[in-house]
């Protein structure tokens, strides 16, 4: 962890400053707008296969670009490391996992395969179709821009079909750098260091993702359970 502070020009996600007020409204969450990210653990397999399972045969091919079929897909969550990788979640009202994101360690990889770029993080991500357009993608990019910095990355590199304009559009919004190669396309987003900063800002956000998710767990329990007596 460095203790530089981020050139002025950069917001709390490392990004640079839009160039218009709406969009700078758009780019820094209010308050009302903070949208809870909780970490996921490897206790969380199960949920994050149910989630990846309720997408569609496009949004699959979209996510993993190819056809993946349920027993790869399931292959694929039984070996997250969730000790060198990060993955986190959105959570809707009746506390279904809405939206996952997966960052995963490159070790030794800059853009074009070049190791002395330094470390970087692939991002991968899903919303469900329920939860699109509301800007659920974009908060997670941010939300992994950030950990990826406390990570030590120095880049973060998303792999997405050419065709798959949102999450173009959310990595070229970040700044990235977008090469396409037919139907491939490689995007490369270069991240200033971590800071103190960023670091309370990730331990603050964790945990209150945790603690909202616990409260709201609780109050559906307890309705369940009021149900329950009102109806015996
Ligand atoms: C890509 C995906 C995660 C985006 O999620 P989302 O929550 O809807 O994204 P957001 O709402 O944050 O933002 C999407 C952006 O793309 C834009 N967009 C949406 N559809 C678009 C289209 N057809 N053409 C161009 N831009 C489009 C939106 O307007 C928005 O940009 P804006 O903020 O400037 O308005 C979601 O579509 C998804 O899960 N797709 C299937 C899996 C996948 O493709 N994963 C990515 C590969 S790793």
Redesign the pocket.
């Known amino acids: 962890m460095t203790h530089t502070q981020p050139p002025r020009s950069l917001d709390r996600f490392g990004l640079q400053p839009p160039s218009d007020g709406a969009a700078a409204n758009?780019r820094r969450p209010t308050l009302d707008g903070w949208i809870p990210i909780r970490d996921l653990h490897a206790r969380h397999r199960r949920r994050i296969l149910d989630h990846l399972l309720q997408?569609d045969e496009r949004?699959r091919y979209?996510?993993f670009g190819f056809q993946i079929t349920q027993d790869q897909m399931a292959r694929y969550v039984a070996s997250i490391d969730f000790k060198r990788d990060e993955v986190f979640g959105i959570f809707n009202r009746k506390l279904q996992l809405v939206?996952v994101a997966h960052l995963a360690a490159m070790p030794g990889q800059g853009p074009h395969g070049d190791s002395s770029r330094g470390r970087a993080m692939e991002?991968?991500?899903?919303?469900l179709e329920s939860?699109?357009?509301?800007?659920?993608?974009?908060?997670l990019f941010q939300h992994a821009i950030m950990h990826a910095r406390n990570q030590g990355a120095s880049h973060m590199m998303?792999?997405?079909l050419s065709e798959?304009?949102?999450?173009l559009?959310?990595a070229a919004?970040a700044g990235a750098t977008v090469e396409r190669d037919g139907p491939d396309a490689e995007a490369w987003l270069k991240l200033p260091p971590d800071t103190v900063g960023s670091h309370i800002d990730s331990s603050l956000h964790s945990l209150a993702a945790e603690v909202i998710y616990r409260v709201k767990y609780r109050v559906m329990h307890i309705a369940d359970w009021l149900r329950l007596i009102a109806s015996a």
Do not use: C, Y
């Open positions: 758009q997408l949004d979209l996510r939206a991002f991968g991500v899903s919303v939860g699109r357009g509301k800007g659920l993608g974009m908060r998303i792999h997405a798959n304009a949102p999450m559009r959310i919004k």
